[in-house]
């Protein structure tokens, strides 16, 4: 089991950035997938990105290509989110997932989560 804590969350107004980070424990941080996923209120949770285990590749879902950045530091055991040109829409719970499987065009979520971090953009 691989444990997370995700940062980062806060108010931002609509254009702005923040960057979400995850920290991992628990099992080698360079032998597994990362990704991101959102949960607004009312809404079910969805996908956002994911990056293979060498940082080698990445998947976005279309609602934020272009806009967003996930990267890894696998010296640090850390996962980042970096979110530009925020919108209103954007505003959600971010959780941070572990230990996924990576597909060639698609991520499926690992069963490691973390606490979820407040995501808030103002218009």
């Known amino acids: 089991q691989v444990q997370l804590v995700e940062s980062g969350g806060g108010l931002v107004q609509a254009g702005g950035s923040l960057r979400l980070s995850c920290a991992a424990s628990g099992r080698t941080f360079s032998s597994y997938a990362m990704g991101w996923f959102r949960q607004a209120p009312g809404k079910e949770r969805e996908f956002v990105a994911a990056i293979r285990w060498n940082g080698g590749s990445t998947h976005y879902a279309d609602s934020v290509k272009g806009r967003f950045t996930i990267s890894r530091d696998n010296a640090k055991n850390t996962v980042y989110l970096q979110m530009n040109s925020l919108k209103p829409e954007d505003t959600a719970v971010y959780y941070c997932?572990?230990?996924?499987?990576?597909?060639?065009?698609?991520?499926?979520?690992?069963?490691?989560w973390g606490q979820g971090t407040q995501v808030t953009v103002s218009s």
């Open positions: 997932n572990a230990d996924g499987t990576f597909y060639d065009s698609d991520y499926e979520a690992g069963g490691s």
